[in-house]
């Protein structure tokens, strides 16, 4: 529901005389009035839909279960799979939360931005960054509540790990929401929607690297289209990067560096496992700097093509 309040001042704006007949300080000065309107406009409304009751207590319940699940989990080989469960259980959820929360949102909304395009209150970019900078506080608040319950409990072996990870999970959520966007978009019908993306997100869950490994040859290529992969690779590599190494299994370990001579630790024939034989073990990936560079793509592709869309495709009726 539009406020009167903002109701009104757009609705002055588009009263106001053509652009091109106004003084250059008068447009700049419209368009950042404006521009403030829609993202307060954008923050207000979506906020009840983000951070509902609901959805608070949800997170939370949930922080605490996977920290409970996982609860100081020891940095031994036996349990390597168990912390890579956590952090493919927490990229993938917060993608489809994101994911899913962002479908209904072009499609409840496109009637009143049609009618305010048409009237010539604003632009299409104006509402759409609005919508972008609203909406970021917004969309980061749960996943960081969720990390900041949900890790400690496994045991935080440095503060720096802890903000990188966090700063991985949310460019992942970012990423995710920038996805559910274009799609609301390009489908309207919430039903289409839904299942687009219950079809996508399965495709980028089974190829992100935890399920399934050695996926057929003539496959591998679609591993690229898989969101989440990356930043479950980069969660991998600050995580295994930093802290206490892992210890090595007694026996019938499955890393060769740990069948050579005894010794190394004084713990009894252990040895630590090398943080490159980890990320070897879950297939190829690429380095940190590699992975940050094609989320921050995937954000920007799908942040332009919803714009795409919502320019040429889903024009208001003059």
Not at 61 to 68: P, R
Not at 245 to 250: G, I, K, V
Not at 304 to 310: A, D, K, N, P, Q
Request: aromatic share 12%; hydrophobic share 45%.
């Amino acid at each position: 529901m539009i406020s009167k309040k903002v109701t009104h001042i757009l609705s002055a704006t588009a009263a106001c005389p053509s652009k091109f007949r106004q003084p250059a300080w008068q447009q700049l000065l419209a368009s950042e009035i404006v521009g403030r309107v829609l993202t307060m406009r954008n923050f207000a409304e979506s906020r009840g839909r983000i951070l509902c009751k609901m959805n608070w207590i949800q997170t939370v319940v949930l922080a605490i279960m996977t920290g409970l699940v996982w609860f100081q989990i020891p940095r031994t080989e036996e349990h390597l799979k168990d912390i890579q469960g956590w952090m493919f259980f927490s990229t993938n959820y917060w993608m489809l939360f994101a994911l899913f929360q962002a479908l209904g949102s072009f499609p409840e909304e496109h009637e009143v931005i049609n009618k305010e395009r048409a009237s010539g209150a604003y632009r299409l970019s104006a509402y759409y960054l609005a919508k972008t900078v609203g909406e970021l506080p917004l969309t980061i608040t749960l996943p960081t509540i969720y990390h900041v319950i949900s890790y400690p409990m496994l045991g935080v072996h440095s503060g720096s790990t802890f903000l990188v990870l966090l700063m991985f999970l949310l460019l992942n959520t970012v990423v995710a929401q920038s996805v559910g966007l274009f799609v609301g978009a390009v489908c309207m019908d919430l039903q289409l929607a839904i299942t687009t993306s219950a079809l996508y997100t399965l495709f980028t869950q089974l190829l992100a690297g935890y399920l399934v490994v050695d996926i057929p040859h003539w496959l591998t290529w679609l591993r690229h289209l898989s969101m989440i992969r990356f930043a479950y690779q980069n969660m991998q590599i600050v995580e295994f990067s930093s802290g206490v190494p892992f210890l090595c299994a007694e026996e019938n370990s499955t890393f060769d560096t740990c069948h050579s001579s005894k010794g190394g630790d004084g713990g009894g024939g252990h040895r630590f496992i090398p943080n490159e034989a980890i990320l070897a073990s879950r297939g190829d990936t690429l380095p940190l700097w590699a992975n940050t560079a094609v989320l921050i793509g995937f954000f920007l592709v799908f942040r332009i093509l919803c714009y795409c869309v919502l320019r040429y495709l889903r024009k208001p009726n003059k």
